[in-house]
């Protein structure tokens, strides 16, 4: 008997659940829902993930509303036929795959495969992978199957493990069993049932708490993943992918970062979506995760914003790191650093580190032709600032390549720089504990005093509350302004005209994060009329 594949019906499949992700936007719900897919998880999975493919009710119709640009006014059901008859798989998913798919899917990865030339003996060099769907209809699954195996040259046979028949072809295999579709390499399907007999990663004793939770989709999660980082890196030097020398270097520079799982969530809020991901501490060298007070001080006609915190003192560390290990400074030590910046700008690094505090940038304008922005930093020491600046303009006075003159706005001390190839003057300007660098007096003015501040739009406050009270904000973009910015230049571009109606449907793009000691936690969310 004659089939296609079972890794060509996984790709059938991959075909359905890319058009479903886009729905896991609209789907999740406020309560802890342990997954039947997270059953079939082998204990031995170094990476892992499930998501909701199927939405349904009002989280659907939203979805719908949402991508309808993208969708051509089509349903998510139209869009997968379009895509499966455009892969000439024989198959709809109206017919064929709608009567039985369920609401969660999951994938898994146990072992990613030997290079041959570091390959143990008896081991086939294989990546072991293996994925379930939920079923609602265990006949109509395996009508799809069949369905899906008629039309193929490939010749598959039928076997069984622990009572499970399963097709098998070039390694890959394919069952229905415990109201699941199972398959991936054969090895995977084996571990899948073993996973299923209580044998899984869900059934074990002392499971880490951060698998728990990537097991479960809980508080309006719709995806989810999980990485065991240790064992990637065991793995990728057992398999000659990653040296000792590379791997001992990683866990020097980041001890607590190697040692813990990587982690990841998409979830919906009531105008926003969310993806976050989790891991072992960076070294603290790496930049503070404090959120500044100055970012919320920025112009509120900002398009985009960036703080920081403690900056020069973050820069100080990280210099201190990479002169402590040989590999990344090559070879160069830290004094060295020091002496070849004071040489070439004529006053001492660290003297310039040790005044800076705190740091914000923004950007703005309604159209290409008004764009500015400047950036402000935080003196912790106005007096050595003022020497820095009169150094900085006496070296430029020097060199002769631009024009140098007082600053355009009124300021404690500073310099303005003007040149043939831009428009505007770029000013450096001192006034009490801030220095402003900016591209043109006017957006050095509104650093100083902004007519409205950030922390007073509405955009802002509803970025800040997609962030969380517990996540520092490091950036926020005006998607709305920047969006009617781009808009300008549609009738240029047919693909951009195409795209406005989708992306005027988002408001803002936040960027925040945050440190509890043991994991560093990012967070991106976009905002969504």
Do not use: N
């Amino acid at each position: 008997m004659s089939a296609r594949r079972p890794g060509r019906i996984a790709a059938i499949l991959a075909t359905v659940v890319s058009v479903a992700a886009a729905a896991v936007y609209g789907c999740g719900d406020d309560e802890v829902s342990g997954t039947a897919v997270a059953d079939a998880i082998p204990a031995e999975a170094i990476i892992f993930g499930q998501a909701v493919v199927r939405p349904e009710g009002e989280d659907r119709e939203r979805i719908e509303s949402l991508l309808g640009p993208l969708l051509d006014d089509a349903t998510l059901e139209e869009r997968a036929d379009e895509l499966l008859a455009a892969e000439e798989a024989g198959i709809t998913y109206t017919d064929d795959i709608e009567p039985w798919l369920g609401e969660h899917a999951a994938l898994w990865i146990t072992d990613f495969g030997a290079d041959d030339a570091v390959e143990p003996e008896g081991d086939d060099g294989d990546e072991t992978f293996g994925y379930a769907v939920e079923v609602t209809d265990e006949d109509e699954a395996l009508a799809f199957i069949e369905k899906a195996a008629e039309d193929s040259e490939v010749e598959f046979e039928q076997a069984s493990y622990e009572g499970v028949d399963y097709m098998l072809s070039d390694g890959q295999g394919i069952a229905v069993t415990e109201g699941l579709l199972v398959g991936g390499t054969e090895a995977g399907l084996e571990a899948s049932v073993d996973a299923l007999a209580g044998e899984g990663l869900a059934d074990e004793p002392e499971l880490e708490e951060d698998a728990a939770a990537a097991l479960e989709l809980a508080d309006g999660t719709v995806a989810a993943f999980y990485l065991d980082l240790a064992e990637v890196f065991a793995l990728a030097e057992e398999q000659g992918e990653l040296s000792a020398d590379d791997r001992a270097l990683i866990e020097q520079l980041a001890p607590d970062f190697t040692a813990e799982p990587v982690t990841g969530a998409l979830s919906l809020g009531d105008q926003s979506i969310a993806l976050e991901f989790g891991f072992g501490s960076f070294p603290a060298a790496l930049g503070s995760l404090t959120e500044s007070p100055l970012l919320a001080e920025m112009p509120a006609e900002s398009l985009a914003v960036l703080g920081a915190a403690d900056l020069g003192e973050s820069y100080s560390r990280l210099l201190e790191l990479v002169a402590e290990f040989p590999e990344l400074s090559g070879g160069r030590s830290l004094e060295g650093v020091y002496r070849g910046f004071e040489r070439q700008a004529g006053f001492p690094l660290q003297d310039l580190l040790d005044s800076i505090g705190d740091a914000a940038l923004f950007v703005r304008g309604s159209s290409p032709f008004d764009l500015d922005g400047a950036a402000v930093i935080e003196t912790l020491d106005p007096a050595t600032t003022e020497t820095l600046l009169a150094r900085l303009r006496a070296l430029l006075v020097r060199d002769g390549s631009v024009e140098v003159g007082p600053p355009g706005v009124a300021a404690d001390a500073g310099l303005s720089i003007s040149s043939s190839d831009l428009p505007q003057a770029v000013e450096i300007a001192q006034r009490d504990d801030r220095v402003v660098i900016g591209y043109g007096t006017a957006a050095v003015e509104e650093a100083f005093e902004p007519a409205q501040t950030l922390d007073a739009s509405d955009s802002f406050a509803g970025a800040r509350e997609a962030v969380g009270d517990d996540l520092a904000v490091g950036a926020f973009v005006d998607l709305a302004g920047a969006v009617e910015l781009a808009s300008l230049g549609a009738a240029f571009s047919p693909e951009l005209s195409s795209a406005l109606p989708y992306l005027e449907r988002f408001t803002y793009l936040v960027y925040g994060a945050g440190d509890d000691g043991e994991r560093t936690r990012y967070r991106v969310a976009v905002g969504i009329e």
